[in-house]
């Protein structure tokens, strides 16, 4: 086969060092965001309403963690990262001890700080949040971190990419029967856009995410006026449209640091929250991990390096760092929406990620902006999650390929880890089930309280519960070489000089050149 022939088996058309016209990668950057504005919405309204804040206040948070979003994607994206094209913002993995924090604050505690109640939990939670980060920053930048990769097969990042999607299922259909219809329009849309016309035009292969919310947020505006939607329906923008003639046009306090007051790093509640949140961390590390994988995976770029790896989870740190001093309520990690997205546009590129953060370090300040990009309908939004995390649990399918799967012994492996991440959350997160039991030691004294807190972080994630049964029985159990397993191929891929290989290839594309597929 020829190197031109060769050259057409690839199917990212912009890679990781591409550089598209700049007018086309802050369209094609604003499309990798649009992709996660569900789930950086829905934290500061989990978080805030847990809080009590008040709505001007609520509405602060929320373009604060946008503002933080983009300055610790560039962050990542420096050499002080990992520099693969993944954004960064809040994390779900938080939830748990920012909660736990939140029970501990007391009108009393409020009354003697001098400050509302809400305020106080804010402080708590930001200051806990700055404290914990150290650890990550020192795991990541020591290189810590970065020696988990020799205990790492694709038999394990496999299943654990593939649960990054599949762990988000209760969310997908639940939001699109908000209302059936804008929210199928908008999954055919995404479907024909991606997968039929991308075949027969340059804006329906580079803009289908773009172009699928489009369609949805126009229907959804469509039935609201003419009222077909009926007020209340959740595709109904009567009540988000008013938020945007009611928004600032500029606004510079997104970018103040500690807006809500300076944490009492004295306080005996702060630091017993500092232990349930490196709880959080832990489990954000793996997944972060798994991302690195996935999106290195589905850019067609090397698999990362131990050094990568280790640069990522330091930078990361350091973004909960900086979103603990912006206080956004929540720390920051790798997203995995923007990876499904890589895999639908067909674009990997850095600067596209880039330009993308850039405009998130504008909008939160440019008010009308951001409100009319809240103005999302959760239908829309949970049908694009439907077609992103369904790629992302195949993309960690497909590292399986380099695996003998005829071995009886790598397929017990593959299925109890799925099977272990998909059902042990279950019994240990009531937000799943009625009936789980969340693990509570706090009888036994603070050294069991924090145990039983990284515990409960831990085993209601499915991705850590995948990674950490799968981490183990691939290192003890009999039954396989290396190569059957996969590892020889990583060696292979996982090196400097295949990265410096690759970058030279992308380092001699044009500008705005794009590659055949």
């Given at each position: 086969?020829?190197?031109?022939?060769?050259?057409?088996?690839?199917?990212?058309?912009?890679?990781?060092?591409?550089?598209?016209?700049?007018?086309?990668?802050?369209?094609?950057?604003?499309?990798?965001?649009?992709?996660?504005?569900?789930?950086?919405?829905?934290?500061?309204?989990?978080?805030?309403?847990?809080?009590?804040?008040?709505?001007?206040?609520?509405?602060?948070?929320?373009s604060?963690?946008?503002?933080?979003?983009?300055?610790?994607?560039?962050?990542?994206?420096?050499?002080?990262?990992?520099?693969?094209?993944?954004?960064?913002?809040?994390?779900?993995?938080?939830?748990?001890?920012?909660?736990?924090?939140?029970?501990?604050?007391?009108?009393?505690?409020?009354?003697?700080?001098?400050?509302?109640?809400?305020?106080?939990?804010?402080?708590?939670?930001s200051?806990?949040?700055?404290?914990?980060?150290?650890?990550?920053?020192?795991?990541?930048?020591t290189?810590?971190?970065?020696?988990?990769?020799?205990?790492?097969?694709?038999?394990?990042?496999?299943?654990?990419?593939?649960?990054?999607?599949?762990?988000?299922?209760?969310i997908?259909?639940?939001?699109?029967?908000?209302?059936?219809?804008?929210?199928?329009?908008?999954?055919?849309?995404?479907?024909?856009?991606?997968?039929?016309?991308?075949?027969?035009?340059?804006?329906f292969?580079?803009?289908?995410?773009?172009?699928?919310?489009?369609?949805?947020?126009?229907?959804?505006?469509?039935g609201?006026?003419?009222?077909?939607?009926?007020?209340?329906?959740?595709?109904?923008?009567?009540?988000?449209?008013?938020?945007?003639?009611?928004?600032?046009?500029?606004?510079?306090?997104?970018?103040?640091?500690?807006?809500?007051?300076?944490?009492?790093?004295?306080?005996?509640?702060?630091?017993?929250?500092?232990?349930?949140?490196?709880?959080?961390?832990?489990?954000?590390?793996?997944?972060?991990?798994?991302?690195?994988?996935?999106c290195?995976?589905?850019?067609?770029?090397?698999?990362?390096?131990?050094?990568?790896?280790?640069?990522?989870?330091?930078?990361?740190g350091?973004g909960?760092?900086?979103?603990?001093?912006?206080?956004?309520?929540?720390?920051?990690?790798?997203?995995?929406?923007?990876?499904?997205?890589?895999?639908?546009?067909?674009?990997?590129?850095?600067?596209?990620?880039?330009?993308?953060?850039?405009?998130?370090?504008?909008?939160?300040?440019?008010g009308?902006?951001?409100?009319?990009?809240?103005?999302?309908?959760q239908?829309v939004?949970?049908?694009?999650?439907?077609?992103?995390?369904?790629?992302?649990?195949?993309?960690?399918?497909?590292?399986?390929?380099?695996?003998?799967?005829?071995?009886?012994?790598?397929?017990?492996?593959?299925?109890i880890?799925?099977?272990?991440?998909?059902?042990?959350?279950?019994?240990?997160?009531?937000?799943?089930?009625?009936?789980?039991?969340?693990?509570?030691?706090?009888?036994?004294?603070?050294?069991?309280?924090?145990?039983?807190?990284?515990?409960?972080?831990?085993?209601?994630?499915?991705?850590?519960?995948?990674?950490?049964?799968?981490?183990?029985?691939?290192?003890?159990?009999?039954?396989?070489?290396?190569?059957?397993?996969?590892?020889?191929?990583?060696?292979?891929?996982?090196?400097?000089?295949?990265?410096?290989?690759?970058?030279?290839?992308?380092a001699?594309?044009?500008e705005?050149?794009?590659?055949?597929?």
């Amino acid at each position: 086969m020829s190197e031109e022939q060769a050259e057409h088996k690839h199917w990212i058309v912009y890679p990781l060092g591409s550089k598209p016209k700049w007018g086309l990668a802050i369209l094609l950057g604003i499309q990798q965001y649009l992709t996660m504005f569900g789930a950086t919405v829905l934290i500061p309204f989990i978080v805030g309403g847990a809080m009590g804040l008040p709505p001007d206040q609520l509405a602060l948070m929320i373009s604060t963690i946008f503002f933080t979003s983009g300055l610790c994607t560039l962050i990542q994206q420096s050499p002080l990262g990992n520099k693969l094209p993944v954004i960064q913002g809040g994390t779900f993995s938080f939830l748990g001890p920012t909660f736990a924090i939140l029970g501990l604050c007391t009108a009393e505690l409020a009354t003697e700080a001098g400050v509302p109640l809400w305020q106080l939990k804010i402080q708590m939670v930001s200051g806990a949040i700055m404290v914990a980060s150290v650890v990550e920053i020192v795991l990541g930048y020591t290189g810590i971190m970065g020696q988990v990769r020799k205990i790492i097969s694709p038999i394990v990042i496999g299943p654990t990419i593939a649960m990054i999607g599949l762990a988000l299922f209760n969310i997908g259909a639940p939001w699109m029967a908000g209302n059936w219809i804008i929210s199928l329009i908008t999954l055919i849309a995404l479907i024909l856009y991606s997968q039929v016309f991308s075949h027969k035009s340059k804006v329906f292969m580079l803009f289908p995410v773009l172009l699928a919310i489009a369609t949805g947020w126009l229907c959804a505006l469509l039935g609201t006026v003419t009222g077909l939607i009926p007020d209340g329906n959740a595709a109904n923008l009567g009540g988000k449209l008013d938020l945007i003639g009611s928004a600032a046009w500029l606004s510079f306090k997104p970018m103040m640091p500690f807006k809500w007051g300076f944490p009492n790093f004295g306080s005996s509640v702060l630091w017993a929250g500092v232990f349930g949140m490196l709880a959080g961390y832990l489990a954000s590390m793996i997944e972060s991990i798994g991302d690195y994988y996935a999106c290195a995976r589905i850019s067609e770029a090397p698999v990362p390096t131990g050094k990568m790896i280790s640069r990522g989870l330091g930078a990361e740190g350091l973004g909960c760092l900086i979103a603990g001093i912006l206080q956004t309520g929540n720390g920051t990690t790798t997203y995995s929406e923007n990876i499904g997205s890589i895999g639908l546009t067909k674009v990997a590129s850095r600067r596209v990620v880039r330009c993308g953060a850039a405009v998130m370090l504008f909008i939160p300040i440019i008010g009308k902006f951001g409100a009319v990009l809240a103005t999302l309908p959760q239908p829309v939004v949970g049908a694009m999650f439907v077609g992103l995390f369904g790629m992302i649990a195949s993309v960690g399918l497909s590292n399986l390929q380099i695996v003998n799967l005829n071995n009886s012994r790598n397929l017990f492996i593959i299925g109890i880890s799925f099977f272990a991440g998909l059902s042990v959350p279950y019994h240990f997160n009531p937000m799943l089930s009625a009936s789980a039991v969340p693990i509570d030691w706090s009888a036994g004294g603070p050294f069991f309280a924090v145990l039983g807190n990284i515990s409960q972080a831990i085993l209601t994630t499915g991705m850590a519960v995948t990674a950490l049964l799968g981490i183990v029985l691939d290192n003890f159990l009999p039954g396989a070489s290396r190569a059957e397993r996969g590892l020889e191929v990583w060696e292979n891929e996982a090196s400097d000089e295949a990265w410096e290989e690759a970058e030279a290839k992308w380092a001699a594309m044009k500008e705005g050149e794009m590659r055949p597929v």
